[in-house]
């Protein structure tokens, strides 16, 4: 036994990006608890991290939508979080402007170490209302895959809609 503890002391120390089943998105981009984590504006839309958006915890991630023809919102940080190979829970918790067909689709792309998307799929949620939903699928990551990229847009909206996002997981499943 103390051969085997000199040995593992006597390694480099190890950088652990996340748990291995834990989400792979940093804990401010999934929960938006102190602040926007990764997220960025894509196009129609301005973000902002709101107290009132809070599906669980303190915020959530609010969307105005500033122009008609669709909205987005995507990760800041490319090529995406690390990731790897194998089953995935995939899941984010939305709601929307009453009265009007708004779906939210969370896409996500799987890419080598280089970037390069190997692979990428949608997740739509149901029409959304003033009651949160829940949208999960189980995914999996081709072979290859060391970053995972997501963006959330919507091809309904016009100027004056919100769409409010909490919760948002990307989780490896071993």
Known sequence: MLSLVAALTACDPAIIDHAPTSNLLDAETASLETGLGQWSAWYSTEIS???TAARDGEAGLRVAVTG???WGVQL???PGFAASPGAHRVSFWARGTPGHSLVAQMRVGWRDASGEELQSEQ???AVLSAEWVRTARELTAPPGTERVWVEVTGSE???GD???LDV???QALR
């Open 76 to 78: 800041d940080n490319w």
């Open 68 to 70: 008609p023809y669709g």
């Open 49 to 51: 991290r709101e107290a």
């Open 157 to 159: 909206g016009a100027p």
């Open 123 to 125: 997740l739509s949620s």
């Open 168 to 170: 948002l997981v990307v």
């Open 162 to 164: 919100v769409i409010d």
